[in-house]
């Protein structure tokens, strides 16, 4: 049993990360699942969708066949997200009603995976009042799921195995990717930022960069399989390359992606700190990197945004805000806001709204703060009631409607690309799919355009989404 250390989860070293490439294997000893299904539930960012692709992958090489029913599923995995206290509580109230599930058939799988694995506290609980969930395993070990499944199995007790190390690079893992046209491509795993009132750094060790050629190589095996976008993913993307490379970063890596002539090249998510002036340039210069950045400014006070360690003023990121605008043509904006941080004032507040007013982003993401165990912040005086911090967010989010609802607008009668993914869930006289700007577009059109690039005429916007037809 590997119980997780957050003290020993947060130690950084000078030791370098190993590439290991033969970790992974599926030995006929493992190929369990005939004629049974699995069941895999994914909570957060696409960080942990990316992970629930690679879990789908290792158990269909067991031999078990997906369901999209869990009271079909002879093994239930929860890939969690520990990142804010909803997304706790709704994993445990999962788990109640598995357990439910579980008095009609004891011989069910149980498994708990992702970030609040790596969680003291809520393995602490898994172990103590949970002793019917079979496996915990942790952010560094998914490739080892065959063998910490047959160990619960063969042995018949709880098996917790949870890695609280700076972390290594994994490589020749499988996917079963879920869309056949937009792939995300790990490019760098952890973070060292360590923003005080993040827990990410904890659960997902240290940064380290993977190889350029095993990028690209990837890039291109997904070129051939027919997948028009990818998302290069990490949890600072703009960072990549500085824990490997003494001169080689974010912006040679999004060149050397473009000139693999794949059709769109997204990324995410970036930290203000470290996207650079040739990065913007870059992405200007070349036609297949979409017109789209994701920016988590978090507050617009410098007093908060020092409390929260973000290393950067609000001037900073609106200068940044505007090299990006000015230089990216038609760029689309969004970003992340965290109200209620402990010691946010009514004027820190208000710093904030005047923010989104300068920038009136295409969309954010808004949060009111959750504080996380272990973290700084957790430790901060925090006078603000629960009632005026919901007032806030309400505040805001109309704010952002309304930018959101202008920005929409403007494209009323545009003629954009959109790359049709698949049949709409609202209405099936639709398809439905996104533009260079990563805006949701319901499409008049035939089955016979998915998977295509397409210019579509914008016939009706909405805060949210778009409707449009195709042209020629």
Same mark, same amino acid.
């Given at each position: 049993m590997l119980l997780p250390n957050m003290k020993e989860a947060r130690k950084r070293t000078n030791v370098k990360p190993e590439f290991l490439y033969n970790e992974y294997n599926v030995n006929q000893n493992m190929k369990i699942g005939k004629n049974k299904k699995y069941f &895999?539930?994914?909570?957060?960012?696409?960080?942990?969708?990316?992970?629930?692709? *690679?879990?789908?992958?290792?158990?269909?090489? *067991?031999?078990f066949t997906k369901t999209d029913v869990m009271e079909e599923a002879d093994i239930i995995l929860l890939n969690t997200c520990a990142i804010r206290e909803?997304?706790?509580?709704?994993? @445990?109230?999962?788990?109640g009603r598995i357990k439910h599930l579980r008095e009609t058939k004891p011989n069910i799988i149980i498994g708990l995976c992702g970030c609040m694995a790596q969680e003291e506290i809520v393995v602490a609980d898994i172990n103590k009042k949970y002793k019917w969930v079979d496996i915990v395993f942790g952010t560094h070990n998914i490739h080892r799921l065959p063998? /910490?499944?047959l160990e619960a199995i063969n042995k018949k007790q709880q098996e917790i195995e949870v890695l609280s190390n700076e972390g290594n690079v994994i490589e020749n893992l499988p996917y079963k990717r879920e869309n056949k046209y937009k792939a995300w491509v790990n490019i760098m795993y952890g973070c060292d930022k360590f923003c005080t009132y993040c827990i990410v750094p904890y659960t997902r060790g240290k940064q380290r960069s993977r190889k350029k050629e095993d990028i690209i190589a990837e890039v291109k095996q997904l070129i051939n399989s027919g997948v028009k976008e990818i998302t290069l993913l990490g949890q600072n993307v703009n960072a990549y390359g500085k824990d490997l490379y003494d001169n080689y970063g974010m912006e040679d890596l999004l060149y050397d992606v473009?000139?693999?002539?794949? =059709?769109? &090249?997204? @990324?995410?998510?970036?930290?203000?700190? $470290?996207?650079?002036?040739? *990065?913007?340039?870059? &992405?200007?210069? !070349?036609?297949?990197i979409m017109p789209f950045i994701h920016l988590p400014v978090q507050s617009g006070s410098d007093r908060i945004l020092k409390l929260m360690g973000r290393r950067y003023t609000k001037e900073e990121y609106i200068t940044l805000f505007n090299k990006i605008k000015s230089k990216i043509d038609n760029v689309s904006i969004?970003? $992340? &806001?965290?109200?209620? @941080?402990?010691?946010?004032?009514?004027e820190d507040f208000e710093e904030t709204l005047?923010?989104?007013?300068?920038?009136?982003?295409?969309?954010?993401?808004?949060?009111?703060?959750?504080?996380?165990?272990?973290?700084?912040a957790a430790k901060l005086p925090d006078k603000t009631t629960e009632y005026e911090k919901k007032n806030r967010l309400a505040e805001l989010n109309l704010l952002i409607n309304?930018?959101?609802?202008?920005?929409?607008?403007?494209?009323?009668?545009? /003629?954009?690309?959109?790359? /049709?993914?698949?049949?709409?869930?609202?209405?099936? !006289? *639709?398809?439905?799919?996104?533009? =260079?700007? !990563?805006?949701?577009v319901n499409v008049k059109a035939t089955e016979d355009n998915i998977g295509k690039i397409v210019n579509v005429k914008i016939t009706d916007v909405k805060t949210w989404s778009l409707n449009g037809e195709i042209v020629s």
């Amino acid at each position: 049993m590997l119980l997780p250390n957050m003290k020993e989860a947060r130690k950084r070293t000078n030791v370098k990360p190993e590439f290991l490439y033969n970790e992974y294997n599926v030995n006929q000893n493992m190929k369990i699942g005939k004629n049974k299904k699995y069941f &895999i539930k994914t909570y957060g960012c696409q960080m942990n969708e990316h992970d629930s692709e *690679m879990l789908c992958a290792i158990l269909e090489e *067991m031999l078990f066949t997906k369901t999209d029913v869990m009271e079909e599923a002879d093994i239930i995995l929860l890939n969690t997200c520990a990142i804010r206290e909803n997304a706790h509580n709704k994993v @445990f109230g999962m788990l109640g009603r598995i357990k439910h599930l579980r008095e009609t058939k004891p011989n069910i799988i149980i498994g708990l995976c992702g970030c609040m694995a790596q969680e003291e506290i809520v393995v602490a609980d898994i172990n103590k009042k949970y002793k019917w969930v079979d496996i915990v395993f942790g952010t560094h070990n998914i490739h080892r799921l065959p063998n /910490i499944l047959l160990e619960a199995i063969n042995k018949k007790q709880q098996e917790i195995e949870v890695l609280s190390n700076e972390g290594n690079v994994i490589e020749n893992l499988p996917y079963k990717r879920e869309n056949k046209y937009k792939a995300w491509v790990n490019i760098m795993y952890g973070c060292d930022k360590f923003c005080t009132y993040c827990i990410v750094p904890y659960t997902r060790g240290k940064q380290r960069s993977r190889k350029k050629e095993d990028i690209i190589a990837e890039v291109k095996q997904l070129i051939n399989s027919g997948v028009k976008e990818i998302t290069l993913l990490g949890q600072n993307v703009n960072a990549y390359g500085k824990d490997l490379y003494d001169n080689y970063g974010m912006e040679d890596l999004l060149y050397d992606v473009s000139q693999t002539n794949i =059709d769109r &090249i997204r @990324f995410v998510t970036s930290h203000p700190w $470290d996207f650079t002036g040739k *990065m913007i340039d870059v &992405i200007a210069e !070349n036609k297949n990197i979409m017109p789209f950045i994701h920016l988590p400014v978090q507050s617009g006070s410098d007093r908060i945004l020092k409390l929260m360690g973000r290393r950067y003023t609000k001037e900073e990121y609106i200068t940044l805000f505007n090299k990006i605008k000015s230089k990216i043509d038609n760029v689309s904006i969004t970003t $992340d &806001i965290i109200v209620g @941080f402990p010691g946010e004032t009514r004027e820190d507040f208000e710093e904030t709204l005047n923010l989104v007013n300068e920038c009136k982003y295409d969309l954010a993401y808004t949060f009111v703060y959750s504080p996380r165990e272990n973290t700084p912040a957790a430790k901060l005086p925090d006078k603000t009631t629960e009632y005026e911090k919901k007032n806030r967010l309400a505040e805001l989010n109309l704010l952002i409607n309304k930018y959101a609802l202008e920005n929409n607008k403007k494209m009323l009668d545009q /003629i954009v690309p959109v790359l /049709i993914e698949g049949i709409s869930e609202k209405d099936n !006289n *639709m398809l439905t799919g996104y533009t =260079d700007t !990563n805006k949701l577009v319901n499409v008049k059109a035939t089955e016979d355009n998915i998977g295509k690039i397409v210019n579509v005429k914008i016939t009706d916007v909405k805060t949210w989404s778009l409707n449009g037809e195709i042209v020629s």
